[in-house]
Nanobody
Framework: QVQLVESGGGLVQAGGSLRLSCAAS????????MAWFRQAPGKERSLVAS????????YYADSVKGRFTISRDNAEKTVYLQMNSLKPEDTAVYYC?????????????????WGQGTQVTVSS
């Protein structure tokens, strides 16, 4: 059974940092593309960052480039999102997602499994 469990969310002041983790129970984790999406109230879920199975290709939304870093530990079957210089507009529920075959894609429909989400709130 595929399961993605996020952790690390919370309340932080603007300019602060958080590190999200996603523990995955995926047999072929090392070859899966992993991603972080976020969804703010009243907005669509959108891709924040993604990393392919070979650790060759990464994608970052323009709004987080230079501030967020996605990484993965294949031995631990965990993907991370290091978030620095946080802004109030980063406030959202952050979701971990897995794409079992294929490279990074932008749309939610391209991903096969989802976590339950973790709340990130950035105060001004």
């Amino acid at each position: 059974q595929v399961q993605l469990v996020e952790s690390g969310g919370g309340l932080v002041q603007a300019g602060g940092s958080l590190r999200l983790s996603c523990a995955a129970s995926i047999r072929a984790f090392s070859s899966s593309t992993m991603a972080w999406f976020r969804q703010a109230p009243g907005k669509e879920r959108s891709l924040v960052a993604s990393i392919n199975g070979g650790d060759v290709n990464t994608y970052y939304a323009d709004s987080v480039k230079g501030r967020f870093t996605i990484s993965r530990d294949n031995a631990e079957k965990t993907v991370y999102l290091q978030m620095n210089s946080l802004k109030p507009e980063d406030t959202a529920v952050y979701y971990c997602a897995a794409r079992f075959r294929g490279d990074v894609v932008l749309g939610v429909r391209g991903y096969d499994a989802w976590g339950q989400g973790t709340q990130v709130t950035v105060s001004s």
